[in-house]
């Protein structure tokens, strides 16, 4: 199942809930418990790798190479 970040329209406060894909699940935000939650993307989620997208040479620490 994967991990989904919201944020309240109320307070502004940034959460992440597992759910379906496509799913209609209505959150309640942790900290001023509105339901006004809206999906936002994230960084996880939109993809934003590093080493593994350098035609395959493995780097630890994802600063080889760089000048």
Do not use: R
Request: hydrophobic residues 20%.
């Amino acid at each position: 199942m994967p991990i989904f970040e919201y944020k309240c329209n109320k307070c502004g406060h940034k959460q992440e809930f597992l759910e379906k894909s496509g799913g209609q699940n209505k959150h309640v935000c942790k900290k001023c418990e509105s339901s006004d939650m809206q999906k936002v993307f994230s960084g996880f989620s939109v993809g934003q790798g590093g080493a593994t997208s350098q035609g395959g040479d493995s780097c630890p620490t994802g600063t080889c190479g760089l000048s």
